[in-house]
């Protein structure tokens, strides 16, 4: 069974550092994506960044990339010059392949903490 | 183009009623999903549509829970004979399937339900 786990409960980052949240997973297919969610206080969850398994070239979206090891199965995320608006539970999810579709295994998420 | 929305965004409700929510995807997406995420947690599969087809049903989904799609728009879950361990944020989100996308899922801001 395809599993994530985050390690990190929370953590905390001065404005304007570097962060790095960790994931790895578990999983005996070869082609998959990989995703980072973020859902701030009381809103939505919102799409930061995805991963194509078969890609060798770590994703990057501004100021948030990935170092995705295929290998060791580890998917972290790097965030840059954070903002207060970073401040989020974020969750790493493994795109699990259905007989005629897909769905999403959540891990259980790193609370993240911007201070200024 | 608006996002996933969904209706109400709060429920309250006493133990033993039943409750329908409500999820209007992203137009155009032919895929649909309802999660579960209780506090703290990463989020739980529970259902798919593709178009009007429910094609998969997570075991998490007991019969006391029902989703439709009728018309491959809009869909509904409705819970009956609530228990109090239903009470959890139900989220849906939609995704677009193309012959060579990624079929990423957004989100909708999710229905807070509580049960007394």
């Known amino acids: 069974a395809q599993t994530v786990t985050q390690s990190q409960p929370e953590m905390s980052v001065q404005e304007a550092e570097t962060v790095t949240l960790s994931c790895t997973y578990d999983?005996?297919?070869?082609?998959?994506?990989l995703f980072w969610y973020k859902q701030p206080p009381s809103r939505q969850m919102i799409l930061v960044i995805r991963?194509?398994?078969?890609?060798?070239q770590n994703a990057t979206e501004n100021r948030f990339s990935v170092n995705f090891q295929k290998a060791a199965k580890s998917f972290s995320l790097k965030i840059s010059d954070s903002q207060l608006g970073d401040t989020a539970m974020y969750f790493c999810?493994?795109?699990?392949?259905?007989?005629?579709?897909?769905?999403?295994?959540f891990g259980a998420g790193t609370i993240l903490r911007v201070k200024s | 183009d608006t996002g996933v929305s969904q209706n109400p965004r709060h429920k309250i409700t006493k133990r033993g009623q039943n409750v329908t929510f409500r999820c209007d995807p992203i137009?155009?997406?032919?895929?649909l999903y309802w999660y579960r995420q209780t506090l703290g947690q990463g989020p739980e599969f529970l259902t798919y549509?593709?178009?009007?087809?429910?094609?998969?049903k997570s075991r998490l989904l007991s019969d006391r829970f029902s989703a439709e799609r009728p018309k491959g728009s809009f869909s509904t879950l409705e819970i009956q004979r609530t228990e109090q361990g239903d009470s959890a944020m139900y989220l849906c989100?939609?995704?677009?399937?193309?012959?060579?996308?990624?079929?990423?899922?957004?989100f909708g801001p999710g229905t807070r339900l509580t049960v007394l």
């Open positions: 989100a939609s995704s677009l399937r193309e012959l060579a996308g990624e079929d990423t899922q957004y």
């Open positions: 999983t005996s297919e070869n082609n998959y994506y």
């Open positions: 991963q194509e398994a078969y890609k060798q």
């Open positions: 999810a493994f795109m699990k392949h259905l007989g005629y579709g897909n769905k999403l295994v």
């Open positions: 137009s155009e997406h032919n895929r």
């Open positions: 549509f593709q178009n009007e087809a429910q094609l998969e």
